[in-house]
């Protein structure tokens, strides 16, 4: 599988931002912010992530960190 962003991720699975947050045990703004690149999530929520999507770790394209 080529490497897909969060949100393709989310999208591919049919899920709202919303939906996606419950799943993964955080706030939709915390989503939100991974998918824009300004945080980055840590590992116990890269876990969720790659079961929820069902991908692993190289397979999801983080976006840089906003330095703004």
């Known amino acids: ?3 897909m ?3 393709a991720l989310r999208v591919n699975k049919g ?3 919303a939906q996606a947050a419950e799943k993964l045990e955080i706030s939709k703004d915390t989503l939100s912010n991974y998918e824009r690149g300004k945080s980055f999530p840590d590992v116990p ?6 079961t929820v999507y069902g991908v692993g770790y190289n397979d999801i394209i983080f976006l840089p960190k906003n330095n703004d």
């Open 1 to 3: 599988m080529a490497g």
């Open 45 to 50: 929520v890269i876990r969720r992530i790659e």
């Open 5 to 7: 962003s969060l949100k």
């Open 15 to 17: 899920l709202t931002q």
